[in-house]
């Protein structure tokens, strides 16, 4: 068999040499990761092409993290291989049914896997022009962001220039615009891509319990501490804390966290001693901070603290072509959920898409169109399978149409006041009774009931 040799992605324990060697002569070159090796940025900026992800090695649920993260890397053709018992899993049936393009139950022969392999990585090559005319080149340095109009462009700069500093990031925009695909781009590209990135979201936390997530306790500090617990921030040492919605922490929690920035200590919930932790930390938040600082709701000097660097996260209906761009990605990233094979979006779905105002943003229209896939009766997903059959708008109109419309308009009218009477109706119109009754014809308005006065019999009715 002639021709380059093509990379095949195997995430899993170890690949069985049987299997590597029937790949080879498919012409695929193998490169293995095994689950304890993360999905980087240096890794991501080469993917292209296809790969096999080994459920049979799973042992711990930390496993299907690390799949997940590499199963995200949308260019690669995923195929799943793994035991019966495996896929019954909820988690497992969700990875493969969100990223995977076929799934091979074990055993079986190695040119069944090939198959499969050489299927996922046709379908993926014939999608790949659809998917990547919505993407910005950015790379590594948008971590897999979409988007090309002058928002998000100014966007990426912003990512670029703050992931070279260490200084705090705090990111502001409305809910559902993406501000923790910023942060992780951030991390992405700064010097500590290779740490852990840990995000907490301080708005979905009770605040009794906020503490402890953040700082960790020690067994016996209070009822059911059975052991001691790393929090977040000391989980977060030598990479990144992202705090999302940090403009709903708690007040008692804002106190704790600022003498974190300020000391670079934690000190655990029923501890008597301090833990130095070197993180990046990187906030984000929809709430306005200055009317929260205002209102007293938020804490001025940790404020201030936090938003060293700004970065302004724009919201989906100020980001033009990127709204069709992105929907489009969507279908191709889920239209495995459909029951018949789509074939995009018809017109009234795309005016519906540039008309609707997206309250939700991205996330907003992630869950439409993956609901339209589910819904969808045609090959085409319309504007009533998004529920936005309300937002198409009507049909342009000539200049023609408009005056036709706006004449028979205003003979309508002058016929009504003068119930029917075509001499009075010509007399206030400024034309003759013959002109009126040529332009009655033209616009298909003249009854065929008209008395020798030349008034229509509905008139009559009306008057008696």
């Not at 220039?161 to 705090?170: L, R």
């Not at 804002?254 to 930390?281: M, N, Y």
């Amino acid at each position: 068999m002639t021709g380059e040799f093509r990379e095949l992605y195997y995430v899993g324990r170890e690949m069985p040499p049987d299997l590597e060697s029937a790949l080879a002569k498919r012409r695929w070159t193998v490169d293995s990761i095994n689950f304890k090796s993360g999905c980087n940025a240096a890794h991501r900026r080469d993917l292209a092409g296809a790969g096999i992800v080994d459920f049979s090695g799973v042992r711990v649920p930390q496993d299907l993290q690390i799949i997940e993260q590499w199963l995200a890397c949308s260019r690669v053709g995923w195929v799943a291989i793994g035991y019966l018992e495996q896929f019954n899993d909820a988690v497992v049936r969700g990875l493969i049914r969100n990223y995977c393009f076929d799934y091979v139950t074990l055993p079986t022969s190695n040119e069944r896997i090939a198959n499969a392999v050489g299927h996922a990585h046709g379908m993926v090559t014939l999608s790949d022009e659809a998917s990547d005319g919505g993407r910005a080149v950015e790379g590594d340095e948008t971590g897999g962001m979409i988007g090309s109009c002058d928002a998000m462009l100014g966007l990426f700069r912003s990512i670029r220039k703050v992931a070279t500093t260490d200084a705090p990031v705090f990111i502001y925009g409305e809910s559902g615009t993406g501000k923790e695909l910023t942060a992780a781009a951030i991390h992405e590209r700064s010097t500590r891509c290779d740490q852990p990135f840990v995000a907490i979201n301080c708005g979905a936390i009770p605040a009794h319990l906020l503490q402890s997530e953040l700082f960790g306790y020690e067994r016996g500090a209070f009822t059911g501490a059975n052991q001691r617990k790393i929090g977040r921030v000391e989980a977060a040492n030598g990479g990144t804390l992202f705090l999302d919605e940090i403009g709903d922490l708690p007040l008692e929690s804002q106190a704790s966290l600022l003498r974190f920035l300020q000391e670079r200590k934690v000190e655990r919930l029923g501890g008597h001693g301090s833990t130095p932790v070197d993180v990046r930390v990187i906030s984000a938040t929809h709430v306005d901070m200055q009317t929260a600082m205002i209102e007293g709701r938020f804490r001025a000097d940790l404020y201030h603290r936090l938003c060293v660097l700004q970065v302004n996260e724009p919201p989906l209906r100020e980001r033009g072509k990127d709204i069709e761009k992105l929907a489009h990605h969507m279908l191709e990233r889920f239209k495995t959920d459909a029951r018949r094979r789509l074939r995009g979006f018809s017109s009234c779905a795309i005016a519906a898409l540039y008309t609707y105002g997206w309250p939700g943003n991205v996330r907003e229209l992630i869950n439409r169109v993956r609901r339209a896939i589910v819904m969808a009766e045609g090959r085409q997903i319309t504007a009533r399978d998004l529920e936005l059959e309300e937002h198409v708008e009507a049909a342009p109109i000539t200049l023609a149409q408009a005056r036709e419309a706006a004449e028979r308009q205003t003979i309508e009218m002058a016929l009504l006041r003068h119930r029917g009477r075509l001499g009075e109706a010509a007399q206030e119109l400024g034309i003759s009774r013959v002109t009126l009754y040529r332009l009655l014809n033209a616009h298909g308005l003249r009854s065929e009931e008209i008395d020798d006065r030349g008034t229509p019999s509905c008139a009559k009715r009306s008057a008696a």
